[in-house]
């Protein structure tokens, strides 16, 4: 195995080059629906090239830490959204995109929750529940033609808590 990577808290400021935090921080932008409930209005760029937003449900196996990370992926035709059905932490891993290809992964961990909306083209991990159900909303590009890059690391970097 390669080098380490240590999870790292998700926040909306370590997070932004890579996309959006989804969660309730802060106060609501508009309290609604008779005084009941509070909307965080407008948390994520939806960012489609020929296509439209779709939504899936998507129901990932749990991982246990640490975990191999040899491989990573970006959607260069729409951002996409995860967003979790249960209130589990779940690992999300990103880099900076370094001519094409993956820099430096970091590995970040989530709180109860919180969800992330990647940015088009940003290179990622795969889903990564640490709990079942693994249960997740997905907002993400529907449409023709390819839309998943993948890059394979020569050596793996090893995910720790």
């Known amino acids: 195995m390669g080098a380490q990577l240590h999870l790292e808290p998700l926040t909306a400021e370590a997070f932004a080059p890579f996309g959006d935090v989804l969660d309730v ?4 932008d508009k309290i609604i629906n008779q005084g009941l409930c509070g909307r965080y209005h407008d948390r994520a760029r939806i960012d489609i ?8 449900l998507f129901k990932a196996e749990p991982r246990s830490l640490p975990i191999a ?5 970006r959607h260069p035709d729409g951002s996409q959204a995860f967003l979790p059905m249960s209130f589990d932490p ?3 891993v990103v880099a900076p995109d370094e001519g094409g290809t993956p820099g ?8 109860p929750g919180q969800g992330i909306n990647f940015a088009r083209g940003t290179w990622h991990g795969v889903l990564t529940p640490l709990h079942a159900p693994g249960l997740f909303a997905v907002v993400d590009r529907i ?14 970097y090893t995910i720790v808590g």
């Open 25 to 28: 921080a802060g106060d609501p």
């Open 49 to 56: 090239v020929d296509g439209r937003a779709g939504i899936s």
């Open 69 to 73: 990370l040899d491989m990573v992926e």
């Open 90 to 92: 779940f690992v999300v």
């Open 104 to 111: 430096q992964p970091r590995a970040f961990i989530t709180t």
């Open 143 to 156: 449409g023709e033609g390819p839309n998943l890059q993948e890059h394979w690391f020569e050596t793996p």
